[in-house]
């Protein structure tokens, strides 16, 4: 079993950042962890991830240039740090654990998100 809890969205302007947390208990060393978003009317997509073992990342191409993944291991933590941030950024944000980094399918543990609106 794995356990998430995201934090650190809010309200930014467009260009602003925003550094969101995700603190990981239970036995999530084995899987990747990754922040996934959805917009209202979208589809749940992948942003970013990585293995919490091998330390391999993964980014949407969209995001690539201005959002960047860091851990601290002694929290147990994951953050998605987010950069110059868009208008098309706006969406509740969720932390989930994963088989394979890239493979939206295996991630089978959810946190319960947390909204990130970006205003023009």
């Known amino acids: 079993q794995v356990q998430l809890a995201e934090s650190g969205g809010g309200l930014v302007q467009a260009g602003d950042s925003l550094r969101l947390s995700c603190a990981a208990s239970?036995?999530?060393?084995?899987?990747?962890l990754g922040w996934f978003r959805q917009a209202p009317g979208k589809e749940r997509e992948l942003v970013a991830s990585v293995s919490w073992i091998g330390g391999a990342e993964y980014y949407i191409d969209s995001v690539k240039g201005r959002f960047s993944l860091s851990r601290d291991n002694a929290k147990n933590t994951l953050y998605l740090q987010m950069n110059d941030l868009k208008p098309d950024d706006t969406a509740v944000y969720y932390c989930a654990a994963g088989r394979i980094i890239d493979v939206v399918r295996t991630y089978n543990y959810w946190g319960q998100g947390t909204q990130v609106t970006v205003s023009s």
């Open positions: 239970g036995d999530f060393q084995i899987y990747a």
